[in-house]
């Protein structure tokens, strides 16, 4: 089968598209044919060799945890899938970027008919993200919730789902996003140039911001701080150090299981959550694919398509 592997770490042109031989399931295990998978920055970071502290590779590396497709073998006592069922979910192994994949049972769910291959197998670790920063601030109506980079992959998902809980949400977005957001019933807010601090106050008429869910770095946790709001109700993905200064530093997959998976799929399914989907390429073009993720400013999600 073909599989994206690196075997040193450096920029994208360290991705090949390679054979390597078909796994079998073992027991509890399932083999899923894949049909979609979503690409993530934190895959960008572990490739550059960024996060070897944290999360080394070993070579010959595989990419990818988001996955979507059908299960294509079962090991002994698996009862919840059978072959042909179509699923979604995640691998824990960087393995998700390949014409097949094994994960443990409890790993995947059923894809509901209603959700598209490209938004099922982008949904993983964006849609955990999304609810982990979301229930990790508590999100209530009576909140005034400012969202960083609110148009991303994680930023899209965690802003409306703060809105559909009746939280007030100001969206932290270059001015092309802006249409798109109010669109969501988001308040969008330029986050380029000086006076940040001074036109998020002016959105607000005067309001208050009461958490703030931070998806792009340590200058939204500290732009928190600047506006006053209780660094409890900080949450931040990105960004290793928040809790030096009082704020919550949220892991997606703490968060992952089956009842977590499902809701996500089904709030997707339903259109409660929308996941635009900026880009789709072929397994054999994942260079390209990162190429245009790297550039920062994908609105939604970029999808490998097999
Ligand atoms: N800890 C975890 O569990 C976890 C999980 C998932 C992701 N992450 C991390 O969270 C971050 C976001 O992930 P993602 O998938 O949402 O990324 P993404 O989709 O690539 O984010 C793109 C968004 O970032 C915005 N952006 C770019 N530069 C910005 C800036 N200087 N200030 C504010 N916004 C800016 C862009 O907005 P405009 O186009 O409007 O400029 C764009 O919408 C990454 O660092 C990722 O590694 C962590």
Redesign the pocket.
Known sequence: MRAVRFDHYGDVDVLDVVEVDKPEPGPGQVLVAVKAAGI???E??IRAGELHERWPATFPEGQGSDLAGIVDSVGTGVTAFAVGDEVLGYTNNRASQAEFVLVASEEIVAKPPLLDWPRAGAMF??G??AY?LVRSAEVSADDVVLV?????????LTAQWARNLGATVVG??????HEWLRGYGILPVD??GAGLPERVRQALDGRQVTAVLD???P??VQLGLDLGVNPQRIA???D?AAGDRGAK??????VASPRVLTEIADELASGHLKMPI?ATYPLSDVRDAYRE??Q???????VLLL
């Open positions: 993530n920055p934190g960008t970071k670790v964006v955990t993200s982990a960083s980079a609110a148009a991303g992959g994680v930023g899209s932290l977005a270059r001015p092309v996003n986050y380029t998806t792009h770095g200058e939204y931040t993905i990105a290793f530093l949220v892991q997606h997959f703490t900026a993720l790297e920062g400013h994908t609105r939604g999600k970029i």
